[in-house]
C-alpha cells in the first residue's frame, strides 16, 4: 500500500515516503503510517509517540496480564542465581553477545564506569557489575526500576537520558542501550544526551533490530508502534554517529553464526505488516496466543535452570550444520565512541 505521502528523515535529511497506511499499533484501535528513507532505508512510524504509561503496561507483569512480557520477571530472577552472569547471558542470547564482544574488542575493562539506559529489570546491569565494572541503570519506568532495586541493590535511576545528562557530563566510560533507541521518538538528541554522559573517547554499544538482512520492500518486521517508532539500518545507525560527531563500527556476529545455534526470521516483501500482540487501554492482552513450548518449560523448571539450557542448546554444533556463517544476526551491535 503506497501513497503520495512524504516527510523528511531527520537521520539522513532526505525524503521518506508512506509505503503503509493504517498499521494497527500494540494498543488497540491505534494506528500508524509507515515512512521509508529513500536514501539511509531506515523505517519510521508517524504519528509519533513515546508514553511512560504503556511501559508500566510492559513492565507490569502478572498485575496487567501483559503482553508476553512477563519473561522479562522469570529473566531477571533467573540472573539473580546463576554464579557468571554476563557469560551466561552473553550465551544465552545473541544481543547479549555481542554487547559482550564489544566490550572485548574495543578493550573496556574491568572496572570502567558504566551507564545502562533502558535498563529494564535490571538483569544486564547486575550482571556487569558481578563481572567487575561498575555499572548503574536508568530507565524509564519506575515500575522496573522499583523492582530492579529491590531485586538488585539500588543502582538504578528512574528518568529520562535528557534530564539525568544535566548532572553527569562526562561521567561514563561506557554506556550500554540494547534495544532501546527504536523507541525514542528523536534518535539523534538520544544520542547527543549519551554523548554528553560519556568522557572523551568513551564508547557507547546500542542494539537494535536490524532491517538490513530482509528482502527489499518488507514493511514493518519489527514490533508493532508505538512500542517501537523506529526500524534502523546500518546506514542510518551511520547518520546518527555522523550527526553526533562520533565513530562508528558494528560487531561481526561470524563468531556467533559459526559457533552458535541460531535462527532469524526473514519478513516478506510488500506483505501486510504482522499483527503484534494487541493490549486494551488496561493492558489485558485481546489477540491471545496459544503457549509455546519455551513458555510451558519457563512454568515448570526455575529461571536459572532454564537460563542454563538454553546456554547449553546454542552450544550444539552437530545441530548448526545446515547453516551459514554471516556477519550479521537479527539485530545490530554498533559503538559509536565519543570524538
Known amino acids: ?65 501483559d503482553a508476553g512480557y512477563s519473561y522479562y520477571y522469570y529473566l531477571a530472577k533467573g540472573v539473580k542465581g546463576l554464579y557468571n552472569p554476563l557469560r551466561d547471558l552473553s550465551n544465552y542470547s545473541a544481543i547479549f553477545w555481542g554487547v559482550v564482544k564489544a566490550f572485548k574488542d574495543e578493550h573496556i575493562k574491568h572496572g570502567a564506569k558504566i551507564l545502562e539506559i533502558g535498563s529494564g529489570l535490571g538483569y544486564l546491569t547486575y550482571a556487569f557489575n558481578k563481572a567487575g565494572y561498575h555499572c548503574e541503570g536508568l530507565d524509564y519506568s519506575d515500575t522496573a526500576t522499583d523492582f530492579a532495586n529491590k531485586l538488585f541493590g539500588h543502582k538504578y535511576s528512574q528518568g529520562t537520558i535528557e534530564d539525568f545528562s544535566v548532572n553527569h557530563v562526562g561521567v561514563y566510560d561506557a554506556v550500554i542501550a540494547t534495544e532501546v533507541i527504536e523507541h525514542v521518538v528523536n534518535p539523534n538528541m538520544f544520542i547527543k544526551n549519551i554523548m554528553g554522559v560519556l568522557n572523551q573517547g568513551g564508547k ?39 550527526n553526533n560527531n562520533a565513530t562508528v563500527s558494528f560487531v561481526d556476529f561470524t563468531d556467533y553464526t559459526r559457533n552458535k545455534i541460531w535462527s532469524v526470521h526473514l519478513g516478506t516483501a510488500h506483505a501486510k505488516p504482522n499483527k503484534g500482540p494487541v493490549v486494551d487501554k488496561n493492558g489485558i492482552l485481546i489477540n491471545k496466543r496459544k503457549k509455546s513450548y519455551k513458555e510451558i518449560l519457563m512454568s515448570i523448571i526455575p529461571a536459572w535452570m532454564y537460563i542454563k539450557i538454553v546456554c547449553l542448546y546454542h552450544d550444539l554444533k552437530f545441530l548448526q550444520r545446515n547453516k551459514k556463517e554471516s556477519r550479521y544476526m537479527y539485530g545490530i551491535c554498533a559503538v559509536l565512541t565519543k570524538n
Open 1 to 65: 500500500m503506497n501513497s503520495h505521502k512524504t516527510k523528511t528523515c531527520i537521520l539522513c535529511n532526505s525524503d521518506a515516503h508512506c509505503v503503509y497506511e493504517g498499521m494497527e499499533g500494540y494498543v488497540a484501535g491505534t494506528k500508524y503510517d509507515v515512512y521509508e528513507c529513500s536514501n539511509c532505508n531506515t523505517s519510521f512510524v508517524d504519528p509519533m509517540s513515546n508514553l511512560k504509561e504503556e511501559y508500566d503496561i510492559i513492565y507490569g507483569g502478572d498485575k496487567t496480564k
Open 204 to 242: 557507547l554499544v546500542l542494539t537494535t533490530p536490524i532491517k538490513d538482512i530482509h528482502p527489499k520492500g518488507t514493511i514493518w518486521e519489527t514490533n508493532p508502534a508505538p512500542e517501537h517508532l523506529w526500524w534502523f539500518t546500518e546506514k542510518g545507525i551511520e547518520s546518527i554517529a555522523k
